[in-house]
């Protein structure tokens, strides 16, 4: 049986639980900032440019010795000084671990760190990128891929990840957000559908509490490493399920677009959120990602530039909608 049958998958929701997994009563939270222990000075200056912060539950774990095997599981002082050091700020989940779309099941380590957090402070939603790192073949080697690797865009990869999708939904009783990859090998999208029509398809047969992370220079990666309009995706993109939004940045390496968070926003992203802004009209959240080994590279000044970009296409945003309203 694959492990996430263990999740609780209760039939019948509480009413206000059903509320809750309605994404456009989310909460609006604006412009936030993936947590990272150097920024902690940034977050204690209480810049008025960021809303809320974006952790990975599994940042807040240790590796410890359990029965002769090495797992890694929560450490309470680390949890108490992310709280301690944020407090005051909206949170929401971003996982980078949790392995959904491993067939032979997913990572039972990231949900224990998610567990440890999920009842500590009310968390608006919970996201995982599209995509697996562990393997584990039929003679019960373990391997891990050390980079998320994508799915094919295919029907049986639908099948795999609704139920998934679904338990994980239930048993937080919070939306899930899933974000799109940048991927790097051909033939993914070589099954009748791109990356576009697989997350329509995933929002029509989950359903209720579930929505698009959008990140959008992966996006834009996608779109130039393989020739294609990212205009005419961005077209077709059921938008009405895009809760949050990343902007990031990264380098081109022999003429390949790779996303490694190590630079400032360019701008062909910045012109993909203005086409999205007018009708995400559930979204909720713009996130600048700056990884801890790309802050070497960025200075808080470089940080807050992004910052102050974000946040200015952000209140145009609700400007735009509070006139449409009226």
């Known amino acids: 049986m694959n492990n996430y049958a263990a999740l609780r998958t209760d039939a019948h929701l509480h009413p ?3 509320a809750l997994l309605d994404i456009q009563y989310l909460p609006e939270l604006g412009v936030g900032i993936n947590f990272q222990k150097s920024l902690s000075s940034l977050l204690a200056k209480g810049s008025s440019l960021i809303d ?19 797992r890694l599981e929560p450490s309470d002082p680390m949890v ?9 700020l909206p949170k929401v989940v971003h996982g980078e671990t949790l392995s959904l779309g491993s067939v032979s099941g997913w990572n039972k380590a990231y949900l224990r760190a998610m567990d440890s957090v999920a009842d500590r402070e009310e968390i608006a939603w919970h ?25 094919p865009f295919c029907e049986e990869s639908l099948n795999l990840l609704v139920p998934r999708i679904k338990a994980l939904i239930n048993r937080y ?28 398809a995933l929002a029509e047969r989950v359903g209720e509490g579930f929505g698009i992370l959008l990140d959008l220079y992966n996006f834009h990666c996608n779109a130039v490493n393989f020739n294609t309009n990212p205009w005419e995706k961005l077209a077709k993109l059921d938008k009405s399920r895009v809760v949050e939004v990343h902007l990031a940045g990264g380098c081109n390496l022999q003429g390949m677009e790779i996303n490694n968070r ?3 926003t360019p701008e062909p992203v910045w012109e993909l959120l203005e086409a999205l802004l007018p009708d995400a009209m559930n979204l909720k959240a713009l996130v ?21 970009r974000a946040n200015s296409h952000w209140r145009h945003r609700v400007t735009r909608t509070q006139r449409e309203v009226v």
């Open 16 to 18: 206000r639980t059903q």
């Open 52 to 70: 809320f912060v974006e952790f990975n539950p599994t940042d807040l774990c240790t590796w410890q010795e359990r029965h002769d095997c090495w």
């Open 80 to 88: 108490e000084q992310f709280f301690r050091s944020t407090a005051g």
């Open 127 to 151: 996201s995982e990128h599209l995509g697996f790192l562990n393997v584990t073949t039929t003679d019960g080697e373990h391997y891990h891929a050390g980079s998320i690797l994508p799915l």
């Open 173 to 200: 009783q919070r939306p899930f957000l899933l974000e799109n990859t940048a991927f790097y090998l051909p033939g993914i999208d070589g099954f009748g559908m791109d990356e576009v029509d697989f997350f329509n």
């Open 262 to 264: 190590s630079n400032h």
């Open 288 to 308: 600048f990602e700056c990884p801890e080994v790309a802050l070497g590279q960025f200075s808080e000044t470089d940080v807050l530039r992004n910052l102050e």
